[in-house]
């Protein structure tokens, strides 16, 4: 029988009466989204309509990407935002590529013992760190960007005018906050009906002051939120709380454009996030050792899948912890950490029938505070080729839940929760090693693949990895490869955890039995948002995970 072979995923095993037949590595169970031109995958609706208005004006991804980040500021505000902070990768059709760090920073008075309580860090005007989501973005659209600055801010500020109905997801996360979101008044005026009564679905949700201040940076820039107006409300509000963020503070903030991390898988090249995120390095480390060890297809989910995946977890892990920080105050061995050499050295000593205990390793502590699983990430594509993947986040749900007075901008309590709590601060001036972690993936000829990226603090490189392997190594399609149950291992505490349907029962026993631990807890693990160029057409594919929700348009 003649065959149509096909390296993309395929419907299904088609066979027509001609004898001709559709076949592939591999069918799909469920289809993305496909487009002829460009595609954007975020969270939620309004701000990925945002991102396609952008590109139809003749924007390219960068320019929809600052489109996207300022309107998420508004429709999503448990973790889109100007108040926070992150990363942007870009690859241009060029082969150009940069990473954006506008991870927030410590304000310069961080001290042992600044916290009073263990809950000044967690919310209010004590927990917040000096923003750079506006510094970012600003940096980007100068180094990328083709449309005016005015013009890709404007879906945001019209959605903060004008108003958008709340979605389920934000009437559920608010009935969470009432408790540490009440004390603080604009905060309560927007999202709790000035009380303690949380937005309803359906409801018009508008700002005001969030469409003023976008508005004053239409007109002079990120410099407005650093040393204009928006900067004196930000300092003024600080002040009179006890915050610690002052005009300084502000003024000194820049962003970075940094090298991204490269390695290559199975021949295929990946940029990823360099320090001062630590997930970046993660997911070569792992990458690196994985490559060591066939995995072919038909092996994903089984026993030994697994087991390689958790071993090869348990000790990029520990190397984050070892290692992490930010590379402006500390030396960080990344050329050692994401070397092919180091990778095999690590795997020469994977049993593959046995676990390694993760105390055997050695000790590594880790001193820094629990990351929020909070944060948010989207991708596009745009006509040319262009790429983009970020994540960026407020820490926790609404981050320190204050909403600057005056200003509508909601700010993080990223620098209470990288402080453990109080009692290991953030040092003054820097950026926190967070897991954060956009990733791009090229085809061999060195053409843009696919960009991904997840929420989910220490989850987000092990979601990476699993993604990545899935479309490499088991040819799934992007859907499919999003879709797909994933597990996690971050080599304290030493246990796998799982998602419903990842270890069934017969492959959980043969793991136990090689020594390994498995929660007792199932968890969703990630929200993946990833955009692909489809190999031999050039048609752009999309998918928005279905595990938190969100939406994925293209033209």
Known sequence: MLQVLLSLSIFAQEVSQSGLQLSGARPMVAQPERAPKAMVTTCNEHATAAGIEILKKGGNSVDAAVAVAFALAVVHPEAGNLGGGGYLLVRMNDGRAKLIDYGARAPLSAKEGIFPT?????????????????AGMELAHKMYGKLPWKTVLEPARRLAKEGFPASQRMELILKLQVPVMKPYADSARIF????????????????????????????????????????RRIAADMAANGGFVTSDDLKQYKAIAREPLTTNYRGHPILTSAPSSSGGMVVIEMLNILENFELPLGMEGSSRHRHLLVEAMKRAFRDRILYAGDPDYKKIPVEMLTSKDYAKSIAEKIDPSKATPSASLGEAVSESGAESQD??????????????????????????????????VLMGNIFGAFSNGGRKVLPAGTRPAST??????????????????????????????????????????????????????????DRIEAEPGAIPFDVAEKLKSMGHVLSNRYRSQGDVHAVMIEEGTGWRQGWSDGRRGGKVLGY
Do not use: C
Request: no cysteine; aromatic share 8%.
């Open 118 to 134: 263990p809950k000044d860090a967690q919310v209010g005007y004590k927990s917040i760190a000096v923003p750079g989501a506006p």
């Open 375 to 408: 944060t948010t990430h989207f991708s596009i594509a745009d006509a040319d080729g262009n790429i983009i993947s970020n994540t960026y986040t407020l820490s926790g749900f609404y981050g320190s839940q204050v909403v600057i007075k005056g200003t509508g």
């Open 436 to 493: 954060m972690t956009p990733t791009i993936v090229l085809t061999k000829e060195q053409k843009p693949w696919f960009a991904l990226g997840s929420p989910g603090a220490a989850t987000i490189p092990n979601t990476l990895v699993e993604v990545i392997t899935n479309i490499i190594d088991f040819k799934m399609s992007l859907r499919d490869a999003i879709e797909f149950p994933r597990i996690h291992h971050q080599y304290l505490p």
């Open 192 to 231: 709790l009906h000035g009380g303690e009564q949380p937005l309803k679905q359906g409801e018009i949700v508008r700002q005001p002051d969030l469409a003023a201040t976008i508005a004053r940076m239409q007109k002079t820039g990120a410099k407005d939120f650093y040393e204009g107006e928006t900067a």
